[in-house]
């Protein structure tokens, strides 16, 4: 089997090459490293069967030979990034989809698209289920992600219908662990890289709001799982497990044996104020569930941080 992944050198994407590698296929890489590493492909360059191009799927997507899947996992996904890349965001989520479904129905292949609980925006429905329509504001400061994202599902589907292309949806919720970069600016990787230094963790607003946080090795098996299954609407891939952002915070603290106090910053606009996904679907579908507590997912990322973002700075 011959993969292409967009954002294969990003946070997800380099795992899920990883993965796909371990499974014994080929994998293509085409990364713009906007948001994206080289540091993130150091593990991958050598495996036999990968290839990383440097192109931006938004202005078009070519790769030779035989492709059995394109997985489009091509993003900003950090808030603060694409609220610094609004145009980039939206592109890659309209543009950048179209061109890799284009090469997905060029090749006979399937299309697998990353979406996300930013579909259901500030959710009224509480734990979200995937029949849920959601709550977005179409025209403020998220909506760049949000509604690129909704678009993306909404050609996925269209061309699912007019063209006959194989496609999978993963609804992926909150998802931290190693290689998020560091000054990402997601709550976990912004609290580690304060914990470690000692320096105030900067909660939004009073901390209330809540996420439900997922280790990146179980977001992957859900990926691989929701693959081999025959299905093609939207699934929610992520770990139920709910938390305020202050008890996050605690948490973190405590991971890190550190000295640092929590202080109270200001809100961002939009801020969901609840988010978790209802999972129902996903386990009777892929027979998949998470594994990894917060607290060992925590464990696992600061131990990963403290040694790999060092080794950055030295
Ligand atoms: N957050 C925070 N401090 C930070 C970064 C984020 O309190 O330094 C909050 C953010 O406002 C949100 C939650 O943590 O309520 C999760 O934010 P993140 O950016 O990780 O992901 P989101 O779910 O918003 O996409």
Redesign the pocket.
């Given at each position: 089997m011959r993969a292409v992944v967009t954002g294969g050198a990003g946070f997800l994407g380099s795992h899920l090459c990883a993965r796909l590698l371990d499974e014994g296929w080929q994998v293509v890489s085409v990364d713009s490293l906007l948001t994206g590493s080289d540091a993130n492909l150091e593990g991958l360059r050598d495996r036999p069967g990968f290839d990383a191009l440097h192109a931006d799927v938004s202005r078009g997507l070519s790769v030779g030979g035989e492709i059995d899947w394109v997985f489009h996992f091509a993003s900003p996904a950090?808030?603060p990034d694409y609220l610094r890349n609004p145009i980039a965001t939206l592109d890659v989520g309209s543009l950048g989809t179209r061109n890799a479904l284009e090469l997905a129905r060029a090749k006979g292949a399937g299309f697998y698209l990353a979406s996300t609980s930013?579909v259901y925006g500030d959710p009224q429905v509480h734990p979200q289920p995937e029949s849920y329509w959601g709550n977005v504001n179409p025209v403020g400061p998220r909506s760049v992600y949000d509604e690129a994202k909704r678009f993306a599902e909404a050609l996925t589907m269209g061309y699912h219908r007019e063209h006959g292309v194989p496609v999978r949806i993963v609804r992926i919720f909150?998802t931290y662990g190693p290689r998020m970069r560091r000054g990402d600016?997601?709550?976990?990787p912004?609290f580690i890289e304060q914990a470690l230094a000692g320096e105030p963790l900067?909660?939004?607003g009073d901390?209330s709001?809540t996420?439900s946080l997922c280790f990146v090795d179980d977001l992957i098996e859900g990926i691989w799982r929701l693959l081999n299954a025959p299905v093609t609407g939207p699934v929610n891939v992520g770990n139920p497990e709910e938390v305020t952002?202050r008890e996050l915070a605690e948490r973190i603290v405590a991971a890190t044996g550190s000295a640092s106090e929590l202080t109270f910053v200001d809100?961002?606009v939009d801020?969901?104020e609840q988010?978790c996904p209802d999972i129902s679907f996903a386990r009777s579908a892929t027979g998949w569930e998470p594994r990894v507590s917060l607290d060992e997912g925590l464990r696992h990322t600061v131990a990963w941080a403290a040694a790999a973002w060092a080794a950055a700075v030295g």
């Open positions: 950090s808030p930013e909150n600016g997601r709550a976990v912004t900067t909660v939004h901390g709001q996420r952002i809100r961002p801020d969901p988010r």
